[in-house]
């Protein structure tokens, strides 16, 4: 099967530590992407990479951190600077590089904070 | 003038009606507006796209209508379901960063 898939399906983040997403797809896509997603609000970009080994912020990066060593993968790090993790998140991924392609989203990750 | 307004935030629809999304943009360098549908604690899925070369498209009960100097677009769900109970998103994007702008979203409640 192909898709992307992110993991775990929950994650529980206590004070002070820094937790890490993990997202892959199978799809060969070149471009993955990260969004956060709060109640009554919409999908709001954390970090994107068009290619491997590069990647830019998106309009909330602050207090994330991303890799893209492999094509494959992009996990997202939450470190202790976000102040309000808890939210669902998700993992989406593309065809192109820089086009108004259409993007494929994974199942999701909740962070809950202890 | 990144952003793109969605309304109304909630919607309640009988079963057989026409449910009707409307979202609003002002960045003319848009040029691919896709909806999503999201069930709860499930990830977005393509719904309809369209391009604005098009005033309307159309696939089964869902259609998407474009009006590009208005700068607006909206999705109409014909013979709603009960099945169709979701949130739906509407986005735009252009072509040279590839980076989707999303509507806040609105829930759509099919009642039977």
Known sequence: ?114 | QQQVKQSPQSLIVQKGGISIINCAYENTAFDYFPWYQQFPGKGPALLIAIRPDVSEKKEGRFTISFNKSAKQFSLHIMDSQPGDSATYFCAASSGNTGKLIFGQGTTLQVKP
């Open chain 1, 1 to 114: 099967d192909g898709g992307i898939t992110q993991s775990p399906k929950y994650l529980f983040r206590k004070e002070g530590q820094n937790v890490t997403l993990s997202c892959e797809q199978n799809l060969n896509h070149d471009a993955m992407y990260w969004y956060r997603q709060d109640p009554g609000q919409g999908l709001r970009l954390i970090y994107y990479s068009q290619i491997v080994n590069d990647f830019q912020k998106g309009d909330i990066a602050e207090g994330y951190s991303v890799s893209r060593e492999k094509k494959e993968s992009f996990p997202l790090t939450v470190t202790s600077a976000q102040k309000n993790p808890t939210a669902f998140y998700l993992c989406a991924s593309s065809m192109a590089r820089g086009g108004s392609e259409t993007q494929y989203f994974g199942p999701g990750t909740r962070l809950l904070v202890l």
